[in-house]
Nanobody, 115 residues
Framework: QVQLVESGGGLVQPGGSLTLSCAVSGIVFRFNTMGWYRQAPGKQREWVAHIDENWTTNYADSVKGRFTISRDNLKNTIYLRVTSLKPEDTAVYYC?????????WGQGTQVTVSS
């Protein structure tokens, strides 16, 4: 059974940084493109970034240059380094396969950007 466990969120001031982690089990991790998604209050969940098995990355325009996705195939974990945070980055952040996410989602990790 697939398990996705996100962590690392928190409350940060504008301009701050965090590193989010997602531990994955139940799939052949190293062969899957993995992504980060987020859902802001009152909005639909949106794709943020993904990384494929060759470490090729792609980012939404809204986060390009500020967020960095990476993966550790030995730990079955993906990361999202978020920097230069803005209030509009406030959301629950989730990981899943990409570009087509699995139907099962983790609990997510809350990132709140506020002064």
């Amino acid at each position: 059974q697939v398990q996705l466990v996100e962590s690392g969120g928190g409350l940060v001031q504008p301009g701050g940084s965090l590193t989010l982690s997602c531990a994955v089990s139940g799939i052949v991790f190293r062969f899957n493109t993995m992504g980060w998604y987020r859902q802001a209050p009152g909005k639909q969940r949106e794709w943020v970034a993904h990384i494929d098995e060759n470490w090729t990355t792609n980012y939404a325009d809204s986060v390009k240059g500020r967020f960095t996705i990476s993966r550790d195939n030995l730990k079955n974990t993906i990361y999202l380094r978020v920097t230069s945070l803005k209030p509009e980055d406030t959301a629950v952040y989730y990981c899943n396969t990409a570009p087509a996410p699995l139907s099962r989602w983790g609990q997510g990790t809350q990132v709140t950007v506020s002064s």
